[in-house]
């Protein structure tokens, strides 16, 4: 179980359920990193391909593909630390848009992100439609823009790790 964080520690913590805990987000995390935006920028860009992640394409009801660019298989596979997986969170980091977050769909096959997004990827008993729906709550939300730099704290549920 991951370390609890005291209540008097997180900006504007309300009473969980008896037994559970506020614990960082990266604690149940296996990998979190943001992406990258490849030499040459938009000259990369095609009309198909591998599809990469922008932060236009990241919204809270999901990913929004109408206007995805493309990056060929060569430039996908040395970008390999960005590539995003089934159930991954997408957090937006800068712009107008911090904050905003969506997972990937089960089934979306390959595809990468640029440096606005980050890629926050759990551990199998994670839901990542809870993590991305508590990152776009008005708590989600407070905690993002309080810590600006770090980890997101959120309510945990007791739990015990096989």
């Known amino acids: 179980m991951a370390e609890p964080i005291p209540e008097k520690e997180i900006e504007g913590a309300y009473e969980l359920p ?44 999901g990913l929004h593909l109408d206007y995805v660019v493309y990056i060929s298989e060569d430039l996908h596979n040395q970008m390999s630390r960005t590539h995003v997986e089934d159930f991954d969170v997408l957090l937006n980091i800068t712009g107008a848009s911090i904050g905003r977050s969506t997972f990937v769909p089960p089934s979306f096959g390959r595809g990468n992100v640029n ?7 759990f551990k199998d008993y994670v839901d990542s439609a809870y993590i991305s729906s508590f990152l776009n709550s008005p708590f989600g939300q407070d905690q993002i823009f309080a810590t600006q730099v770090g980890v997101t704290t959120i309510p945990s549920p007791p739990c015990s790790l096989v």
Do not use: M
């Not at 440096?115 to 990827?121: E, G, K, L, T």
């Open 115 to 121: 440096q606005h997004v980050c890629i926050i990827r």
């Open 18 to 61: 008896e037994g559970w805990v506020w614990v960082d987000i990266g604690s149940f995390a296996l990998f979190v990193g943001s992406g990258i935006t490849p030499r040459g920028g938009k000259s990369n860009y095609l009309e198909n391909g591998i599809p990469f992640l922008r932060s236009q394409n990241v919204y809270p009801d």
